[in-house]
C-alpha cells in the first residue's frame, strides 16, 4: 500500500535461512506435523503451476496454461457515469452476483492521482476527498459487464474485507482532519453493499471501529467481531479488535445502523492486541524470528477511539500494548484471522529486522501464531526472489496468496499448504505493487489489480492440476 516507503524487501529464495527454509519451517502451523515434516524431508513435487510466461502484451506474466482478462483500466475504461475509472485500484471483494460475480474495488487515492472517483450526488462522504469504490459486475468468465461509483468522497482507501452478510467494508489509511479541502475528518471504515445502491447512499462513517490508518479487516462470522490492522509508523501501528455491543443482531445495514444510534461513535467496544510469551510482555511482532513462534493475546481498550487530540496508537506506552510496523492485509480463513506485516527495521523502532511475517490468530485459544517469516532480499531485481507481503486472500486450493509490496520486480506469489512458495503472476508493465488478490465465489477466476496506472485482472487457468494442493 502507499507509504512513504511504498515498496519493501523480501527474501531470497535458496539462500542461507533463505525462503524455502524459513516457509518449510512454517509448515506445522500451517498445516500439522505430517504435512511439516514430509516437507522438510523434501517430498512432493516442486511447488506451483510452472514457470512465469513471459507476456507479449506486457502486461502480467503466468504459468503455463494460465490466461487473464483486463476487466478494468484506470482513465480508459468508463463507468456508468461516463467518466474514466478511477486510478490506484487497491483491496477488493468479491461476491457472487446475478450474472456472474460482482467485485467492489478499492481506490487509494489520497493526492495528485489522475483519476478520482466521481463525486456523484447522494454517494459522497466529503466532496473535499477523492477516494472511494467502484463495483464492477463481471459475467462467469470475468468479462466487464457494468461498472459504476458505490462510495466516494472518501480518502485513501486501502483495503479492506469482506463480511459474512456479502458487504465490503472499506478503509481510510489515514489521520486526515477537517481544513482546507476536506470537510470532515478522515481515518474511517465505511461499509458497501456490492447490489443495493440504495443502501450505499449517504455514506456512514463507522466511528466505532476508530479513527486511524486503517489498512484491513477481518471478520469472524461466529459473533461478528471485526479484527483491524493499522499501517502506521512513529510509533508503530496495533492489531485491533471490535466486540458487537450485547443485543447486536448482524446483517445488511445493521452497522450502519448501529453507528447512528444515540451513542453510535461508541458502539461495542474497542481493544488493541497485547502479546505475552509465559509471564514476559512483547512489545513487539518483529522480537519472533521463528515459524510456529506463539503469543498468548490478551486485548486492552482503546480509550479514545475517534483520536480526538491523541492519535490511537499514541494512547498506550510500550509496556501496554503489541506493535508492529507496516500491519497490512488481513484475511478470515481456516477458523481465525491471516494477517501480515510488511517489513520491519531498528530505524523504525523495530526489535529485528525482517521483510515479512504472516500471522494467524486463533480465537478459540487467544493466540497468534507466526506462520511464515521474510528475511531481507539481497537481489530484489531476481525473478526467483519474492517481495513484502501485503495484501493476502487464502486459496481454495490451499495455502494462500500474498501480493507483493517490496522492491525491485513485483508478483503475486502463493505459498501451499506444505508451506512451499511459488509464482503465480509477474507485473510486466512497471514496477507497481500488486493489489486486491480475491478469488471468485466457485474458485475458478483470480481476480487482482496492478495499482498504478490501475488495471483490474482476471486469471483463470488449471487450478486444481497441482498434486497435494486440492481443494479445501
Not at 368 to 395: H, M, Q
Amino acid at each position: 500500500m502507499t507509504s512513504s516507503i511504498s515498496r519493501r524487501h523480501l527474501l531470497r529464495a535458496g539462500t542461507a535461512g533463505g525462503l524455502g527454509i524459513v516457509i518449510a519451517g512454517s509448515v506445522e502451523a500451517i498445516a500439522g506435523p505430517t504435512a511439516a515434516r514430509a516437507a522438510q524431508a523434501g517430498l512432493g513435487k516442486t511447488a506451483g503451476y510452472g514457470a512465469l510466461v513471459a507476456d507479449p502484451a506486457g502486461l502480467l506474466a503466468l504459468p503455463e496454461g494460465f490466461s487473464y482478462k483486463v476487466v478494468a483500466q484506470a482513465g480508459t475504461s468508463l463507468l456508468e457515469s461516463g467518466e474514466p475509472t478511477p486510478s490506484d485500484a487497491d483491496g477488493t471483494g468479491c461476491f457472487r452476483g446475478p450474472n456472474g460475480f460482482v467485485l467492489v474495488n478499492n481506490h487509494e487515492i489520497g493526492g495528485s492521482e489522475p483519476y478520482g472517483v466521481p463525486a456523484l450526488p447522494g454517494l459522497t462522504y466529503d466532496p473535499g476527498a477523492r477516494g472511494g469504490t467502484t463495483t464492477i459486475e463481471v459475467d462467469k468468465n470475468g468479462k466487464r459487464i457494468r461498472e459504476y461509483v458505490s462510495v466516494a468522497g472518501t480518502h485513501n482507501n486501502c483495503a479492506g474485507g469482506i463480511t459474512p452478510w456479502n458487504t465490503w467494508l472499506t478503509c481510510e489509511e489515514t489521520e486526515q482532519r477537517a481544513g482546507g479541502k476536506y470537510q470532515k475528518d478522515h481515518g474511517y471504515v465505511f461499509e458497501v453493499d456490492p447490489f443495493d445502491q440504495d443502501a450505499n447512499r449517504d455514506p456512514v462513517a463507522l466511528k466505532f471501529l476508530g479513527r486511524y490508518a486503517h489498512e484491513a479487516v477481518a471478520v469472524n462470522p461466529r459473533n461478528n467481531e471485526i479484527h483491524l490492522t493499522e499501517d502506521a509508523g512513529g510509533p508503530n501501528g496495533l492489531y485491533f479488535r471490535w466486540t458487537p455491543p450485547k443485543g447486536f443482531r448482524a446483517g445488511k445495514g445493521a452497522l450502519r445502523k448501529l453507528a447512528l444510534n444515540d451513542g453510535g461513535d461508541t458502539a461495542g467496544k474497542l481493544e488493541a492486541m497485547r502479546c505475552r510469551k509465559g509471564s514476559r510482555h512483547i512489545a513487539d511482532l518483529s522480537e519472533a524470528t521463528q515459524p510456529g513462534t506463539k503469543y498468548k493475546v490478551e486485548w486492552v481498550d482503546v480509550p479514545d477511539r475517534d483520536a480526538k487530540t491523541v492519535p490511537v496508537r499514541k494512547q498506550f506506552t510500550d509496556e501496554q500494548i503489541t506493535r508492529s510496523r507496516k500491519l497490512e492485509g488481513a484475511w478470515w480463513g481456516d477458523g481465525g484471522a491471516y494477517f501480515v506485516a510488511s517489513f520491519a527495521r531498528h530505524d523504525d523502532g523495530s526489535v529485528n529486522e525482517h521483510d515479512g511475517q504472516v500471522w494467524f490468530y486463533d480465537p478459540e485459544s487467544e493466540t497468534i501464531t507466526l506462520k511464515t517469516i521474510f528475511g531481507v532480499n539481497p537481489d530484489p531485481e531476481a525473478d526467483t526472489n519474492y517481495d513484502g507481503p501485503d495484501n493476502i486472500t487464502v486459496s481454495p486450493y490451499g495455502g494462500v496468496i500474498l501480493a507483493e509490496d517490496g522492491e525491485g520486480l513485483s508478483h503475486l506469489v502463493g505459498v501451499t499448504d506444505k508451506g512451499e512458495p511459488y509464482p503465480m503472476a509477474r507485473n510486466e508493465l512497471n514496477d507497481s505493487e500488486f493489489t486486491g488478490p480475491t478469488f471468485s465465489a466457485d474458485g475458478q477466476i483470480l481476480f487482482a489489480n496492478i495499482q498504478s496506472p490501475g488495471y483490474v485482472f482476471a486469471i483463470t487457468g488449471p487450478w486444481s492440476q497441482r498434486p497435494g494442493d486440492g481443494p479445501r
